[in-house]
Structure formats: structure tokens, C-alpha cells
């Protein structure tokens, strides 16, 4: 049986992998023919940015590595390549005063080629002389143990807690995606709540499902309904339509998790937990873009907006045909990446470190262009017929290749993405380590950390913020840690 599932397995990654080599070298062909500049620029781009799949699930890839590695080839070859391709070359998010010169256009693959190889040979310097995880992980969990003893009254806790937090948060807008709280809420307690929902309550669940698989040495499809809920959940409370990134991070660390700890390989597991995450995520982008339709805007994608004559009607009447259109066009265009770059190039003369500079002098304005959005010529929505005026002006972003550009030197760019890799690497090593080599939780904050540096661009100076959090969350999982193992989690 043990055969059957590890040949199963394997056959179902052979069918990804020839799956998505196919895939790739039919847009890669397509875009070199449609490609407007340098072939041979377009060339080595493509093979930069696509050495970043293998470079993400290479045998010593950290999960930051892993998270980033996709989403630069999202945000940069696949969404550039889908763009020549399909849109004719035309932008759907906004490019500033780019001009489309074959000039333009190589530049700018230019700079996201010295991002992205800075990026990946700072990866193998972390390999080959900082550090790498533990082939095999052992741990010597009791079977009767604190976790063991309270396993369903913790779960439904736990069940309890999220729901209640996703509950409030809904009810009285504490934080939602581009609206602004309609009370108001002390400091510390939105901070709190804004802290949870972004990934403290996932925090928690990898925490509990790292001490369940230690435990009982099995995956229980219960206990992932339950964690990918809250993602779920959470993500429908604030408005967003991330929901995925944080429940993949789970997923994927319980994966690597598994095999590093000698449990076998469960498939019929895997694919449940999959199908579950896939089938949620869909509920959640679909709900949040109707929710959305009726806060700020009917869409984006050509089935939202060829009818405008009645907006209100167009905002209560869009159809699951709509809907789709809608999840197809923000899969190909809402990838940040690219198009920072292509803005940011468009305004070589102003490309200084003293813009970079300025950059972090940036103070937080919900209702007037950003930085990046002045600077860059990036047109903004005008939000005056919104139905509710509480909104927050949407930002655009240029991504940290983009805004390290700011400079226009290659060489700072280079040397910048070498410096934050390899911090946000010990970051991910130190959550490791204080959890008590919990991969869970470590790729859960490898994650975190990948989605905030591909959205990087606004309010940098408050970077802090964020990682101030993650220190607090890998200390409050240090401490939870102690108290399980005080009774006596451990021979």
C-alpha cells in the first residue's frame, strides 16, 4: 500500500511538472515572437526568471525562498509574457508614462534581471555557507501529553476564538481592506486584531497542527478543515481576497514538515487538503468581489465593465460568468512586479538616491496619491461616487525591485536585494529555531515576509512594523511552546 501511494504520488508530480513545462515553453515561444525588443534579451529573461521555479523547490530551498521564487516569476515573466501575449502588450495596472519603445522595454528587463539574480545568488550563499534545515527532524512526543489529553477542547477553542474575532471585526469594520474603521476603536486593540487576522490566528493553527502530526503521528483531514476555515474566514471578514497565501504557506510547511519527521506520505490527504483550499478560495475571491462590487467599483475585467449605463444595477445583477472573468483577469494582471518596474524606468531623469530618500520621509494619507503614484505619474481611481465614505484610496505599488530602483543604479539594487534576502532568511531560521523547529510555523513567516517585499512600495519607513510583529509572534509561540512542553509534551 506504502508503494502504491509513493508511485501515485510520483506520477501525479511528473503530470504537474511536464503539465507546467508545457505550458511554459508555449508561452515562452509566443512571447519571444511578440517580444517588440532584444529576442536575446527576452531570451536570458526567460531563462532567469524561470530557473526561479527550480530555485523555489530545489532539495535545500528555504520557505522564503520558496514563496518569493514564485511570486518574481508571477509578478515578472508570467504576467509580462500573458501581457504580449494576450493583451497585446498593453498594461492592465498602470505603468505611469512608460512609453512602449523597444528601448523601454529592454531596460526594464534588464533591472528585474539584476533583482532577480541578486535574489537567487543570495539563496545559494544562505546554502552553501549560512545555513539550511535539517535533513531529518526528531521529536520525542508522548502520546499522553497536555495537547493529547485537551485535544478537542482546545480545537473547539480555537474554533470559538477565530470566529469571534472574525465576527467582530466584520461587524464593526475594525480592519478591512479599503475602508477605514467606522468607530472609533483604540490603538492597541486594532492593532491587536489587525495582528490576528493578518497571520496570528494562523500563527495559532500552526502551532496546533505541529503538536496534532508530533502527537499522534497521523493528519487528521478534520484538524485541516478547521485551519484552512480560519484562513477562509479571515480573509471574508477583512475584505481580501488573499486567502490563499497563508493557507498554501500551511499546507506546504505540513508537507515539508511530514517528510522531514519519516511520517509516510498520506496522498489521499494531500489532495483533500488541496481541494479544500482551492474550493474555499474560490468562495472567498468570488464573495469578496461582490461585496467589493458593492463598496467601491463594478470590476476590472471586461465582463464587469462593457456595461456601465446603470451602475447600481450592473453592482446587483453581475452573474458567476461575470465573477470568473473577473478571477481571470486579476490572476494575470494583479501581480506586482513588472509594471513597477516599466514606471519606475519610464522616469530615468528623476532616478536618484535622493528620491530613494525621500521615499522613507513617506507619511500614511488615505485619500491622496502615495509617493510612488506622484513621482510616477500612476493614475489613481477617483473614488467620489463611492456608495460609502469610509473608503481608503487604494494603493499602487511598484514592488522592492521596482522601488529600490528608485536610485537607478543596478549596483544598489544588486547589493540591497542581496542584504534583505539573507536577513529575511535568518528571520525565517530564528522562528525555526524559538519554535522549536516548528517548519510550520517557519514557513508560515517565510511567506509573510516574500508577501510583503513583492508589495513593497508603501510607507517603507514603516517596515518596522511588520517586522516588529513577526518578533512578537515567534515570541508568543516561544512562550506557548514552554508552557505545552512544562507539562511535560516531551520524554
Same mark, same amino acid.
Given at each position: 500500500?506504502?508503494?502504491?501511494?509513493?508511485?501515485?504520488?510520483?506520477?501525479?508530480?511528473?503530470?504537474? +511538472?511536464?503539465?507546467? =513545462?508545457? #505550458?511554459?515553453? @508555449?508561452?515562452f515561444y509566443f512571447g519571444l515572437v511578440n517580444y517588440s525588443g532584444n +529576442?536575446?534579451?527576452? =531570451?536570458? #529573461?526567460?531563462? @532567469?526568471?524561470?530557473?526561479?521555479?527550480y530555485f523555489a523547490f530545489r532539495r535545500n530551498s528555504i520557505f522564503f525562498e520558496t514563496f518569493f521564487s514564485l511570486l518574481l516569476w508571477l509578478g515578472f515573466w508570467f504576467k509580462f509574457s500573458c501581457t504580449i501575449l494576450l493583451q497585446e502588450g498593453l498594461f492592465g495596472e498602470e505603468v505611469g508614462s512608460f512609453d512602449y519603445s523597444l528601448f523601454s522595454f529592454d531596460k526594464s528587463l534588464i533591472v528585474s534581471q539584476v533583482g532577480i539574480i541578486s535574489f537567487i545568488l543570495s539563496g545559494y550563499l544562505r546554502e552553501f555557507f549560512i545555513f539550511n534545515y535539517p535533513q531529518k527532524i526528531k521529536y520525542n512526543f508522548k502520546k499522553v501529553n497536555f495537547f493529547s489529553k485537551n485535544r478537542i477542547k482546545i480545537w473547539i477553542l480555537f474554533i470559538i476564538i477565530f470566529i469571534m474575532i472574525n465576527f467582530l471585526n466584520y461587524y464593526f469594520k475594525i480592519y478591512q481592506k479599503g475602508l477605514l474603521p467606522i468607530y472609533d476603536i483604540n490603538f492597541f486593540v486594532s492593532g491587536i486584531f489587525k495582528w490576528l487576522l493578518l497571520f496570528g490566528l494562523t500563527s495559532i493553527s500552526s502551532l496546533l497542527i505541529f503538536y496534532e502530526i508530533n502527537t499522534f503521528k497521523f493528519f487528521f483531514i478534520s484538524s485541516s478543515l478547521i485551519i484552512f476555515s480560519e484562513t477562509f474566514l479571515t480573509s471574508l471578514s477583512m475584505l481580501s481576497r488573499g486567502m490563499i497565501f497563508n493557507a498554501l504557506a500551511l499546507a506546504f510547511g505540513i508537507y515539508i514538515f511530514s517528510k522531514k519527521i519519516n511520517i509516510t506520505s498520506n496522498l489521499k490527504y494531500h489532495f483533500?487538503?488541496?481541494?479544500?483550499?482551492?474550493?474555499?478560495?474560490?468562495?472567498s475571491v468570488n464573495y469578496v468581489n461582490y461585496i467589493r462590487a458593492n463598496y467601491f467599483y463594478v470590476g476590472k475585467s471586461t465582463e464587469f465593465t462593457k456595461d456601465k449605463q446603470s451602475q447600481e444595477n450592473a453592482k446587483k445583477k453581475f452573474n458567476l460568468t461575470q465573477l470568473n472573468s473577473e478571477i481571470i483577469y486579476l490572476a494575470v494582471n494583479r501581480w506586482v512586479g513588472i509594471d513597477g518596474v516599466m514606471a519606475v524606468v519610464s522616469k530615468t531623469e528623476k532616478l536618484k538616491t535622493k528620491l530613494l530618500i525621500d521615499s522613507l520621509k513617506e507619511k500614511k494619507n488615505t485619500k491622496e496619491a502615495n509617493f510612488y503614484e506622484r513621482n510616477f505619474n500612476i493614475k489613481t481611481i477617483d473614488y467620489s461616487n463611492q456608495l460609502y465614505k469610509n473608503y481608503v484610496k487604494g494603493n499602487i505599488l511598484p514592488g522592492i525591485i521596482g522601488y529600490l530602483f528608485y536610485s537607478g543604479s543596478l549596483l544598489l539594487l544588486f547589493i540591497s536585494i542581496f542584504i534583505l534576502t539573507i536577513?529575511?532568511?535568518?528571520?525565517?531560521?530564528?522562528?525555526f529555531k524559538?519554535?522549536?523547529?516548528?517548519?510550520?510555523?517557519?514557513?508560515?513567516?517565510?511567506?509573510v515576509i516574500a508577501f510583503r517585499f513583492i508589495h513593497f512600495g508603501y510607507l517603507p519607513n514603516q517596515t518596522y512594523y511588520l517586522f516588529g510583529t513577526i518578533f512578537i509572534t515567534i515570541f508568543i509561540i516561544y512562550l506557548l511552546n514552554n508552557f505545552l512542553r512544562k507539562y511535560k509534551t516531551y520524554d
Open positions: 500500500m506504502l508503494y502504491l501511494h509513493e508511485s501515485k504520488l510520483i506520477f501525479f508530480l511528473k503530470i504537474c +511538472k511536464y503539465s507546467i =513545462l508545457t #505550458f511554459i515553453s @508555449i508561452l +529576442k536575446f534579451n527576452y =531570451l536570458l #529573461f526567460s531563462i @532567469i526568471s524561470n530557473f526561479l521555479i483533500k487538503s488541496f481541494f479544500i483550499i482551492i474550493a474555499l478560495f474560490y468562495i536577513t529575511s532568511s535568518l528571520i525565517e531560521y530564528a522562528a524559538l519554535s522549536y523547529n516548528n517548519l510550520i510555523f517557519s514557513a508560515l513567516i517565510g511567506q
